[in-house]
């Protein structure tokens, strides 16, 4: 949009990756004089604010900096070698399929950085808080920026160790054994796609996912594809999660503290989407092709499944906890990204992408104002929250009750919010998919997944229902509760504000988007 | 350091009979031995409460061993040479790989040393006197031993060096009076490596008979024509010859001494025996089978695989049944890691012999070498900061290590470093990448099930790994004590910790040596 030379977007690029990491380790050395502020914990949570701050303008002119027309095109690349014995280089780039994501990472880290500010989960010192939040957005944004498939393993890997402590330490109860689960799961999982990758950089020669992409390596073998496939297959959908490799995922969001679940569905989720359709889709197409109805069969179970494990939560006397409702709708959500991807067309993956940053938005959303209300009332237990009758959230906290309300409605799908087009995206991809996939198996998915969308609107409305309606705060002695303060609408104002804008107008991401996917599925040729 | 004379030797003629040494080729073993032998001796003029001199000139005399490797570091050197069939064949040989494996031997002992010296100290004021010129002249021997080894291209020097680093050692363990579990340690130690090693010399001994020489490279084009009745006895002979190495690598079922003798021993000599015996069993492995079994590579290359994968499961598994609060346990858990780890050195040298060209096997072998100088540094760093904690829970227990960061938080973030670099997950990046190697060495030589057998074993190391880990940043029970720390201790820490930190950064300092043959 606006002209900017190369050299200042590859700096621009460089410093999105390395400025949270810098900005981690000075986070853990004593404030300089003149910026010690009121209190050295106050000093460093406002340095997390400041340099995510920081990093987010970086990734906004980046985006502004970013050449429109040519979307398929890696922009802003750095490629120096690192590791010549491996043949490892640092390479970095963006193209429409990354450019959104760097930017909701950035976002929903600055917004996080800024929520603890005022609000500072209960623990252990803020600094070592903030220096995780750091190095976990340094480790998100890497993985969306790198190009090389061991930098990509890196990345991917640097972010658990943060993730683990900010659970297991500033977490709630049972903080301890989801923080294992958590780590174990994905662990397991990223050893196995450690060999994928391998065997794809051996057999092929190179670990350069740009030139992966468009060459077409005769080393790679249909057997061998497939291998890798399943290898870096479960890797990824460990991470996405996909049924029925989901069930760390409830646990990890029950536990963890808001900003902790925020990031965890906002971003660390996508890198598992991402990684499908940076990597699997363009360089192991055969492989992929083999495994696209299993794929697209465990999505649609986890769609139905997500929406009747979040029914039955939600149901009446079934001490539900809210977090754990949005963390299992959070599986759902992710079944329509991996049926999309299952597609191999245009159109489901651009769907994918699509409903990867809706969710992102969206459930980042859910889980702060979810996080507000077990703030204010103590508990986030639907029946707690609800009793007989209801929590009457409208009546007791009317502009809170009207977020969630919000949220809840987007989630679902409505129309003219971002959640729609993602999946009914996802759904037309799986009417019509690639050529040699069986078109009978995916109209039968599409089929279920259309269904599921129905439930998903039964249980959000239920969930509605429960919480924001119930008897008016007039008519018992329930007290008033605390109504949005102003640093919640810091926070939330520009989640709900994309959120309308991507529901409103598509066609600003999905023009991003779509160039990109048609070059990478017609592998690498435009 | 002398050399056994070969038969070929006397045949050579009398030009011969007095050879020219190239003395800067043999320094860095001939250095630690002399030094070793004037500590021994300054040890009878020191009176008593000066003799933590002893120590500075241990440290010295390595420190300068270590340095006379940089005039050699240009060209490759051979001494103790003769004329054989056919062309020149030396027992003496001062390569890129010797080179490297010296470095890490020496290196390893320094930081040994540096540890050794807050050990005696606090063992003196506590009055459990360890004998200290003994210590010292052992520690030298044996590092001797050990840097000598690499350097060796004839059985009969090979299994000299090898007993020389060997011998030094059980005394090493054995050396704290009066306690009964380093006897134990000491005595399990010696009883089951004599009879490794005895195996070993019957190995090289039916070598020997089947091939007529004792030069490694002459073996390697003799065992191809070797007659029909005698390829048995040459068959046999390979596999005994790796029993000696297999032990001191503690590869599956050669792995049980190492628990009790890691406990027994005194800290720094469990450190020492964990990095610098392990290299030599390694080193011994690599010279045996790349350079002279080659021929038999079919032989050698499963067995060495199933062992790999023996060894890492044994070792990873006992480690994740440890209980954090035995008494002892964090060293324990440290010795079946080691034994673990050890698997994963094998995996390279098993896959050099599934190798189609011998560049595939240099490269494999030079996955080993980078695997082993990422494990030494760390490995160490770990036992330094684990003889840190040592001197307040003497019982230096997994569970004493709740709260280390209240405490000390450099030594807990160091820690914790090292422990995720043996575990090999970000941000210690040359612990993942030296795995990477490691897993494609077994990918590249066609190993695909043992390199999922490895991968299995990442994830159980990374759960123990993890735990501990997790365990440091805990909050304390009761009030966290402040203690100064001696300035050895401290020298040894910063400089695995930089080590690892510095091949973070710049992986390819070490893993250059797996597209760069090192023969």
Known sequence: ????????????????????????????????????????????????????????????????????????????????????????????????????????????????????????????????????????????????????????????????????????????????????????????????????????????????????????????????????????????????????????????????????????????????????????????????????????????????YGSLACLALARPGAKGDLKRLIAYSSVGHMGFVLLGIATMTPTGVNGALFANIAHGLITGLLFFLVGAVKDRTGTSDLDTLAQESGAALYGKAPRLGALLAFGAVASLGLPGLAGFWGEMLALFGAFDPADGLSRPAFLTFMAIAAFGTLLTAAYMLIVVRRVCMGPGAGTEQAPRLADVHGYEFAAWTPLVALTVLAGLWPAALLGLTDPAVQQLLAGGKS | MTVAPTDSGFVAGAANVVQSVDWLAIAPPTIAAVVGLAVLVTDLFVPERRKELLGWISVAGLAAAGLSLLPILDDERSTFCVVGRGDTL?????????????????????????????????????????????????????????????????????????????????????????????????????????????????????????????????????????????????????????????????????????????????????????????????????????????????????ALAVLAALTMTAGNVAALRQRPTRAYSAVRLLAWSSVGQAGYLLVPIAAAGYADRPSQADSAVGSTVAYALMYAAVNLGAFAVAALVGRTHARNRVSDYRGLYARSPLSALTLAFFLLCLAGLPPGIIGLFAKVTVFSAAVDAGLGWLAVVMAANVVIALYYYLQWTALLFRAPEGEPERYRVPAPLTVAVALAAVLGVALSGAPQLVLRFTTSGLF
């Not at chain 1, 640092?90 to 609000?119: E, M, N, Q, R, W």
């Not at chain 1, 174990?184 to 670990?207: A, D, E, N, P």
């Open chain 1, 1 to 304: 949009m606006i002209g900017i030379s190369e050299s200042v977007m590859q700096f621009l690029l460089a410093l999105i990756v390395a400025g949270p990491l810098i900005g981690a380790v000075a986070a853990l050395l004593p404030a300089p004089p003149g910026l010690k502020g009121k209190s050295p914990d106050q000093a460093v949570l406002r340095h997390g604010v400041v340099v995510t701050g920081a990093v987010l303008i970086a990734a906004i002119v980046l985006a502004l900096g970013f050449d429109h027309d040519h979307p398929s095109r890696m922009q802003a690349t750095t490629d120096i070698r690192w590791i010549p014995a491996l043949d490892v280089r640092v390479h970095l780039g963006v193209d429409g399929i990354s450019l959104p994501l760097l930017v909701l990472t950035a976002l929903l880290t600055f917004l996080c950085a800024l929520y603890s500010y005022f609000k500072m989960p209960e623990g252990p010192s803020p600094r070592a808080f903030v220096a995780l939040v750091l190095v976990l957005e340094a480790g998100t944004l890497a993985t969306f920026a790198v190009l090389d498939l061991l930098l990509f393993f890196l990345a991917f890997e640097m972010v658990l160790i943060p993730m683990y402590f900010l659970i297991a330490r500033w977490g709630g109860a049972r903080r301890g054994p989801a923080a294992w689960k958590f780590i174990l799961y994905t662990l397991l999982g990223s050893v196995v796609m450690l060999l994928g990758l391998l065997l794809i950089g051996l057999k092929s020669g190179t670990f350069d996912m740009v030139a992966l992409a468009t060459d077409n390596d005769p080393g790679l073998t249909t057997s061998v594809q497939v291998t890798a496939v399943l290898a870096i297959g479960v890797g990824l959908a460990v991470k996405t999660p996909m049924w029925p490799l989901h069930s760390w995922l409830p646990d990890a969001h029950t536990a963890a503290p808001t900003v902790g679940s925020v990031l965890l569905a906002g971003v660390l989720l996508k890198m598992g989407t991402y990684g499908f359709v940076r990597i699997l889709l363009p360089i192991a197409p055969d492989g992929m092709e083999t495994f696209a109805p299993y794929l697209a069969a465990f999505a649609v179970v986890g769609i139905v």
């Open chain 2, 90 to 302: 030396c027992s003496y040989t001062a390569d890129e790989f010797t080179l490297v494996i010296q470095l890490l031997v020496l290196g390893g002992a320094l930081l040994t040393a540096l540890l050794s010296l807050s050990t005696l100290k606090d063992a003196r004021a506590a009055g459990k006197e360890i004998p200290e010129g003994e210590f010292w002249f052992l520690l030298l021997s044996s590092a001797a031993g050990a840097a000598l080894l690499p350097a060796a291209r004839d059985l009969a020097t090979l299994v000299v060096a090898l007993e020389v680093a060997s011998l030094p050692a059980f005394a090493l363990v054995g050396l704290k009076r009066g306690d009964r579990r380093s006897s134990e340690g000491a005595l399990k130690f010696f009883l089951s490596s004599v009879t490794a090693t005895a195996v070993t010399l019957l190995g090289a001994s039916f070598v020997y008979a089947a091939t007529g020489t004792l030069h490694l490279a002459e073996i390697g084009a003799e065992l191809g024509e070797v007659d029909g009745d005698l390829r048995t006895l040459a068959r046999a002979g390979v596999v005994l010859t790796l029993v000696g190495f297999a032990f001191k690598v503690a590869a599956v079922p050669f792995h049980f001494w190492v628990p009790d003798t890691y406990v027994g021993a005194p800290l720094p000599v469990a450190a020492y025996l964990s990095v610098v015996g392990k290299a030599v069993g390694f080193t011994g492995l690599i010279l045996v089978l790349v350079v002279a079994f080659q021929e038999y590579h079919d032989v050698w290359g499963p």
